[in-house]
């Protein structure tokens, strides 16, 4: 029986723009081409539990646009399980607009819309999918105290749960980090996490 992964974290759409540079202050430009995506790092990491043979499910909230039901139907399309992907009239899904350089450079604008909408209580609902998971994935781009409480839950059920510190935070709450497994930060992180700069890979 495959693994069951519950993620809770964002949803977002990128928009990408291909340009050959950025704008001066004042300039326009032209775009060379346009395209969307599945995009959110609670997404992405959902989107890559699946594709591992992982059984997923997803803690999310997406706005009542036309971008609601495209990132729901990129998760079906996944296979992951969106009875808990809660919807927030009058507000946007998430997306981020992506310029994308010619020469591979990018700059990212993020709208968070719907993404910090994610309640305890919209956790406190999936309880029983938290309690049955194996392992719980929670990352930055919803309210820590949403990912909290997931965590709160799922160790109290006695499952594995892994942070992705990202985008990084200073003082990060008790709360949360007394019920953190495994936490996976970057060398940028690491150093806003601890304090302690990184000169090496040890």
Do not use: C, W
């Not at 909290?148 to 990202?166: D, G, Q, S």
């Amino acid at each position: 029986m495959p693994n069951h992964v519950v993620v809770i974290g964002s949803i977002n759409v990128d928009s990408i723009l291909h340009i050959q540079r950025l704008p001066q202050p004042g300039e326009t430009i032209k775009m060379d081409t346009f395209s969307q995506a599945a995009g959110g790092k609670g997404a992405n990491q959902a989107v890559a539990a699946a594709r591992s043979g992982a059984k997923t499910s997803f803690i999310g909230r997406v706005g009542d646009d036309a971008n609601a039901a495209f990132m729901r139907g990129e998760l079906v399309k996944n296979q992951i399980d969106t009875q808990y992907v809660a919807t927030t009239v009058g507000t946007q899904t998430g997306q981020a607009y992506i310029l994308l350089q010619a020469s591979g450079q990018n700059s990212i604008i993020i709208q968070h819309g719907a993404n910090f909408e994610v309640t305890p209580a919209d956790v406190q609902r999936a309880a029983d999918l938290i309690q049955s998971a194996d392992f719980v994935v929670a990352e930055f781009e919803t309210p820590v105290d949403a990912t909290a409480e997931a965590f709160k839950i799922a160790k109290a059920a006695r499952k594995m749960t892994i942070l992705n510190p990202a985008p990084a935070q200073k003082d990060l709450p008790a709360a949360l980090l007394k019920n953190v497994d495994l936490i996976a930060p970057n060398e940028t992180e690491s150093e806003l996490i601890t304090g302690i700069p990184v000169v090496d890979e040890d």
